[in-house]
């Protein structure tokens, strides 16, 4: 089992974060390196926060691997916890927790964003390459992916961003 975390600052309400980030549809748009489509039922649920017990299909690119993972929330504590369980088609599986609080500053509140990747993997072989490889690969991943998070709601949702 590998751990992966990353924490980033980002200059918005908690609420807007977590309500964000916790949306399927936008995933892709803020995780594009290894989040590739998702997939879920109704459609129109797409661009809301999954609670607990949702589900979505989705297919991500790890270096040379694609696959379909299905992810189910776990903990829906809003805004502040957020733990989904994924389960992928070619075996291994994941736990992603997203953890925010609020931090006053002198411009106002803003967000400490904590993204935690738990994973195991399917064989021995995967498992070997996960030191030297894989868990580099996937942290370097997680902090492009929480760079791009921040950059997009600072950018569209920020109070200073407004005309």
Same mark, same amino acid.
């Given at each position: 089992?590998?751990?992966?975390?990353?924490?980033?600052?980002?200059?918005?309400?908690?609420?807007?974060? @977590?309500?964000?980030?916790?949306?399927?549809? $936008?995933?892709?748009?803020?995780?594009?390196?290894?989040?590739?489509?998702?997939?879920? =039922?109704?459609?129109?649920?797409?661009?809301?926060?999954?609670?607990? #017990?949702?589900?979505?299909?989705?297919?991500?690119?790890?270096?040379?691997?694609?696959? =379909?993972?299905?992810?189910?929330?776990?903990? $829906?504590?809003? &805004?502040?916890? +957020?733990?989904?369980? #994924?389960?992928?088609?070619?075996? #291994?599986?994941?736990?992603?927790?997203?953890? =925010?609080?609020?931090?006053?500053?002198?411009?106002?509140?803003?967000?400490? @964003?904590?993204?935690?990747?738990? $994973?195991?993997?399917?064989? @021995? +072989?995967?498992?070997?390459?996960?030191?030297?490889?894989?868990? +580099?690969?996937?942290?370097?991943?997680?902090?492009?992916?929480?760079?791009?998070?921040?950059?997009? =709601?600072?950018?569209?949702?920020?109070?200073?961003?407004? &005309?």
């Amino acid at each position: 089992m590998s751990r992966i975390v990353t924490t980033v600052r980002i200059e918005c309400p908690p609420e807007v974060v @977590f309500d964000y980030a916790t949306a399927p549809a $936008y995933w892709p748009q803020w995780h594009p390196s290894s989040s590739l489509s998702v997939e879920m =039922l109704p459609e129109s649920a797409r661009k809301q926060s999954l609670q607990v #017990g949702g589900q979505v299909r989705e297919w991500i690119a790890v270096e040379w691997r694609r696959d =379909l993972l299905v992810w189910t929330v776990l903990e $829906y504590e809003r &805004p502040s916890r +957020w733990l989904i369980s #994924g389960r992928a088609g070619g075996g #291994g599986s994941a736990l992603i927790t997203y953890e =925010l609080e609020p931090v006053a500053t002198a411009r106002g509140i803003v967000t400490s @964003f904590r993204r935690e990747l738990v $994973y195991t993997l399917p064989n @021995f +072989w995967l498992r070997l390459l996960d030191m030297p490889i894989i868990r +580099w690969r996937l942290a370097w991943v997680s902090r492009r992916a929480l760079r791009q998070l921040k950059a997009i =709601l600072e950018q569209r949702f920020s109070p200073r961003s407004a &005309p």
